[in-house]
Nanobody, 124 residues
Framework: QVHLVESGGGLVQAGGSLRLSCAASGRPFRSYVMGWFRQAPGKEREFVAAISWSGDSTYYADSVKGRFTISRDNAKNTVYLQMNSLKPEDTAVYFC?????????????????WGQGTQVTVSS
């Protein structure tokens, strides 16, 4: 399995921006589809965005389209999530995920490797 470590979370006011990073190690990074999920208190973990191994294809939840951008740097073994125009409802723990055999499902069950998560809090 690939080892994932997220960073970049924090407290921001509504309308502000944050950039999350996820550093991968242990296995060839280019062989993994990478994703971001989030989980708010009392709610299920939900899909946010995913990116193909090449970076050519990206996928977004409707709730973040036009505000969030996922990208990856295969030379640095890192995936990013740029979050703009943040809203209080974006408050959650954000998790990085990876899978070598992703088939396009937005279910958390279809990602085999996970980071420990980073807290994002958006104040109103």
């Amino acid at each position: 399995q690939v080892h994932l470590v997220e960073s970049g979370g924090g407290l921001v006011q509504a309308g502000g921006s944050l950039r999350l990073s996820c550093a991968a190690s242990g296995r060839p990074f280019r062989s993994y589809v990478m994703g971001w999920f989030r989980q708010a208190p009392g709610k299920e973990r939900e899909f946010v965005a995913a990116i193909s191994w090449s970076g050519d294809s990206t996928y977004y939840a409707d709730s973040v389209k036009g505000r969030f951008t996922i990208s990856r740097d295969n030379a640095k073994n890192t995936v990013y999530l740029q979050m703009n125009s943040l809203k209080p409802e974006d408050t959650a723990v954000y998790f990085c995920a990876a899978d070598q055999n992703w088939r396009g499902s937005y279910s958390a069950r279809d990602f085999g490797s996970w980071g420990q998560g980073t807290q994002v809090t958006v104040s109103s």
